[in-house]
Structure formats: structure tokens, C-alpha cells
């Protein structure tokens, strides 16, 4: 009889061990009934050269199937000493058996060419499995810092390897514009690039004197859409409005307030705002309908946070503005530009998405809420009646340091450890049943303006990314210290995938930036600012 298996990770609900082991062997075949076939050729390609198995189709060996009996996304692993058999409630489902697979074998059949001849064994068990939540996202800022193509997939891979099925992928912002727009050619040509970077956080006023820039064609997004879809992705894009625009103002200043000038080059929030005048909605609608030619998903990110009204206070046009709707004044001004994107999404069959502060004013029907500010938004979005998506910065913000130590590269935000990322919990105290059942899931976020390559996103995602993983998979209740025992072994499966993760025992000399001082800041004055920010929602909610 086999231990039950102690290394997954996320946690399977159920492992049982039994007898003996399934050998992969070159002759081992594989097969998949209707409706699993991309996955099988998913196994196929992801194990196929690292363990020399090139698993032919054929009965006997690995057998995948969907089972309308198992949950949507649950699956139900069999490893008997003759065969493998993974059952699906979808073909998400079987994908996650099969990425279950993946972790059960020694940590070479993870590499992309053969180092080992095996033998690769696999102890008899039976796992059955499910998630607890719908949303199991993860947040990429691809406008502080472009990422390749190649980059974005690769992080893809990492993604669903643990299990997360969202991506959602922050497109533009003040520093860099990154999408290609057909009829709009200065986003890319002016707002694709910036022409220095702060060099860590502000405060310092330090610039590294480098143009930065990049950004992904049609084509490359298409690329992205498909590879995410073959593995159960769904990316949810985001294109900030009506603040985090500078970029796009850089490049067409009619839409902005006056403001002529660059990309923004430092981090923190532009005041150069779009502004409210018929053009700009025009703009942002011409926008959102590429961004919905080229996103099947039901929902697109408006973006909506931190969005400053200083300049619509002085505006000729934004005050014309308010009295023609009858508002009460410019705080009044992004509800209403918000209500407009949201009717223009609905003539799509598209919804809204967009960060809490839309919930301020009222948030229009059927928008679903990434709530960031600390935790108090997520009820206050479900107790308006609104589908939300818990992203707390105290909490998952993965560019938040992950330790006091003076040698964590650029530290910036509330110390957020590993054990505080597993304790994360989507669901806060005090929601009745029916307010929890709106609250869709988690997510992480990598905001990227001090991750300037994929080996910083690497080390500030993981291990954490996996800690999260767990708390968005696994049922409540979970044990750290369980979930610590198991790392060694996951992380020996993130050496084979070539993942450059922070290590336990703390920072190496060479992750240090010296030349990038960060801002570290403390729970307690991080909580005081956050209540003062939402101050707002509970005048709202009261
Ligand atoms: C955000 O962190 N501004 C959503």
C-alpha cells in the first residue's frame, strides 16, 4: 500500500494510495474519448520529450474520458499498476488530472528534453478532485514593463500547472500603451514606449535614463487568446479608463485635458485624465470594440481605479458635461462615463469589469468587481448585489515585499509572506450564504513597475503564486504547515521548469537592488489609508 501522496500542489481533495505503481514506458499508449482529445494531445507534447515516451494513441496505458458525473472542473485520477485512467467533468476537468499527472512523475519529466531514462513511476492511488472557486486568477501588468510574447505564454504554463484559470492581462496604463489598435496607429507608434524609467519606487527620483517600450500586435493577442484557451484559460483584458491614460493621452492629447506631453516615465498615478467630451467616449468605444474582436471572453476590464478629478474640476468641458446629465458634480462624472462603457459592452454581449472603485456612484448592473482595496470591498460589492473577484493588496499583491529583509529587491508595500499569502481566504468574515455565493473567486496580481524581466516576475510570483493556488483550490481550512512539508518537492518541479522563485532561506546578494531603493510600509499605517480610501463606499453602503 502507498502513503497517501504528500506533494501536490494545489492539495488534491482526496488521495488514496493503493498497491504497487504504473511504469511510463515507450510502449505506453494513450488515449482519449470524445471530447478529450486536446488534452491528450496536450500530455502528448508536454511530456513526451523530457521522458523519451512519445505515447502513441492506442488502447491501454492512459486513458482519458469526459464523466458527466464529476463536477465541471473536477477530475478523478486512477493509477493502478495497469493502467492510468483520468476522468473529467469537462475537458478542464481532464486537463487537471492530466497537469495532476505531470506533478506525480520526478521532477525531470518536467523538462523540455531529456536528462533521465526514467525509470518513471508513478505509485498507485486514487485522487479525486475538484476547485473551490470559479475564478482562480492571476493578474499581469504587461504596460510598467512589456513582457514577449514568449514570456506571457511561459507564464501561462506556470499558471495552469497550479491550476489558476484566469488571466487577466492589464494592457495600458500612464507608463505604456500596449495594445495595437487598427485606425488608432500613435497608441502604438507614441504611447508604446516611454523614454526613461523611475528606477525604484518614488520618492527617490531616481531614472535609469533607458527608453523602455513594446507591444503585442493583433496577432500576438490572438496567439495569447488560443494558447490560453488550449489549456483552460480564459484572459480577461483590461484597458484602463478613464484614468492610468497618459499614454494614450501622449498620443492623441485631444483626448485628454489640456495635457501635451510624454508617456509618463514615473510610477504613481497621472492626474492627465481623459476627458468626458464625445470624442473620448468615441475613442474608448472604437477601443473596446477591437479589444472584443480580439477577447472571446464575456467580460472586458475597464480598469476605473484611481482615477484623480482635478482636471475635469477645472474643465470647460467637463462642467458642460455635468450639467447636460444633471450631475452633481465631477465626482459624479466616472459613473456615468462607466454606465456608458458598460451599455456599449451589453451591445456586445459583453460585461463589465472593472477595479471597486466603480462601485463609488453605483456600479452599472451585472459588473463584476475586482476588489484591491483591502478586504472591506469585497462586501461592499456583494452586498450591491455585484459578482466580485477578491484581490486584496494586503493580501495577494505579489510586488509586495515578501520579507523584511534589507536584501528583497526594490521592497515596496506590506510585508506579504508566503504563510500570509496561504492564509488568504476570497470570502470575508460576515457574508450570508447567498452574498458569499457572489464572490467568484481570487486573484493575484503582479504588478510589474519594479519587475522589469521575467526572472523579477519569477521571483516575486513564486513561491507564493503557489500558496495562492491552494487558497483558491483547496477548501477552507487549510494547514500551512502541511503545505510547507509539501514545497521542497513542488519547488525541486519549479527547478525542472526553469522558474527563478525567491528562495526559502531569503534573498541570494545578487537579487538585491541597490540601485532601486524601494518603500516599505507597514500593516497598520497600509489598513489607516486603506479606510480612508474606501471612505467613500461606505457612505454609499450606508
Ligand atoms: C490597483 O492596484 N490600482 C488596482
Redesign the pocket.
Known amino acids: 500500500m502507498n502513503e497517501p501522496v504528500t506533494s501536490l500542489i494545489p492539495l488534491p481533495r482526496a488521495v488514496n494510495g493503493s498497491a504497487g505503481s504504473f511504469r511510463l514506458e515507450t510502449t505506453t499508449s494513450l488515449s482519449a474519448d470524445p471530447g478529450a482529445e486536446a488534452v491528450s494531445g496536450w500530455l502528448r507534447a508536454a511530456l513526451g520529450p523530457a521522458t523519451g515516451c512519445p505515447l502513441p494513441p492506442g488502447e491501454g496505458g492512459i486513458r482519458m474520458r469526459l464523466d458527466p458525473g464529476l463536477p465541471p472542473e473536477g477530475y478523478l485520477l486512477d493509477v493502478t499498476p495497469a493502467g492510468v485512467h483520468i476522468g473529467g467533468g469537462s475537458a478542464a476537468g481532464v486537463f487537471y488530472g492530466a497537469q495532476t499527472l505531470r506533478q506525480l512523475l520526478p521532477p525531470a519529466a518536467l523538462r523540455r528534453a531529456a536528462i533521465s531514462a526514467g525509470p518513471w513511476e508513478i505509485p498507485a492511488q486514487r485522487i479525486t478532485d475538484e476547485p473551490r472557486f470559479a475564478w482562480r486568477g492571476v493578474l499581469l501588468d504587461v504596460a510598467r514593463h512589456f513582457m514577449p510574447v514568449s514570456d506571457v505564454l511561459r507564464f501561462i504554463d506556470l499558471a495552469v500547472f497550479h491550476k489558476l484559470n484566469v488571466l487577466h492581462l492589464h494592457l495600458t496604463d500612464d507608463q505604456g500603451w500596449r495594445i495595437e489598435v487598427p485606425g488608432l496607429p500613435r497608441l502604438t507608434e507614441v504611447g508604446s514606449w516611454r523614454s526613461a524609467s523611475m528606477l525604484g519606487s518614488r520618492g527617490h527620483e531616481r531614472y535609469d535614463g533607458r527608453p523602455h517600450g513594446g507591444y503585442y500586435t493583433t496577432a500576438d493577442l490572438r496567439e495569447i487568446v488560443a494558447f490560453a484557451a488550449a489549456r483552460h484559460i480564459t484572459v480577461v483584458p483590461e484597458v484602463d479608463m478613464p484614468g492610468?491614460m497618459q499614454a494614450a493621452i501622449a498620443a492623441y492629447p485631444e483626448l485628454g485635458n489640456g495635457f501635451a506631453g510624454p508617456v509618463r516615465s514615473a510610477w504613481g498615478?497621472s492626474e492627465h485624465v481623459l476627458n468626458v467630451g464625445p470624442e473620448a467616449l468615441d475613442f474608448c468605444r472604437a477601443v473596446l470594440d477591437h479589444v472584443c474582436d480580439v477577447f472571446p471572453g464575456e467580460l472586458i476590464g475597464i480598469?476605473g481605479?484611481?482615477c484623480p478629478t482635478t482636471e475635469w474640476r477645472d474643465s470647460p468641458s467637463a462642467r458642460q458635461r455635468i450639467r447636460a446629465e444633471g450631475l452633481a458634480g465631477p465626482h459624479e462624472l466616472q459613473p456615468w462615463f462607466t454606465a456608458r462603457l458598460a451599455e456599449h459592452l451589453a451591445t456586445r454581449g459583453r460585461r463589465l469589469f472593472g477595479?471597486?472603485?466603480i462601485l463609488a456612484g453605483g456600479a452599472p448592473p451585472g459588473a463584476v468587481v475586482?476588489a484591491?482595496?483591502g478586504r472591506a470591498p469585497t462586501t461592499h460589492a456583494v452586498r450591491a448585489g455585484h459578482q466580485v473577484v477578491a484581490?486584496p493588496?494586503i493580501a495577494v499583491?505579489l510586488d509586495y515585499r515578501q520579507s523584511d529583509d534589507p536584501g528583497e529587491p526594490t521592497p515596496v508595500g506590506t510585508r506579504l509572506t508566503l504563510a500570509d499569502v496561504f492564509a488568504f481566504d476570497p470570502v470575508p468574515d460576515g457574508l450570508s450564504e447567498s452574498e458569499a455565493a457572489l464572490v467568484l473567486g481570487g486573484q493575484a496580481?503582479v504588478?510589474t513597475e519594479h519587475l522589469e524581466s521575467a526572472r523579477r516576475v519569477d521571483y516575486q510570483a513564486f513561491p507564493r503564486l503557489c500558496a495562492f493556488a491552494e487558497t483558491v483550490w483547496g477548501p477552507p481550512g487549510r494547514d500551512f504547515a502541511g503545505f510547507s512539508a509539501r514545497l521542497p518537492a513542488h519547488l525541486a518541479r519549479l527547478d525542472a521548469l526553469g522558474v527563478g522563485y525567491r528562495p526559502l532561506t531569503g534573498p541570494r546578494p545578487w537579487d538585491a537592488r541597490p540601485d532601486a531603493p524601494g518603500h516599505p510600509r507597514d500593516l497598520a499605517g497600509r489598513l489607516a489609508e486603506l479606510h480612508e480610501m474606501t471612505a467613500g463606499l461606505r457612505r454609499v453602503a450606508t
Open positions: 492610468h498615478i480598469g481605479d484611481e477595479w471597486d472603485e475586482a484591491w482595496r484581490c493588496d499583491y496580481n504588478w
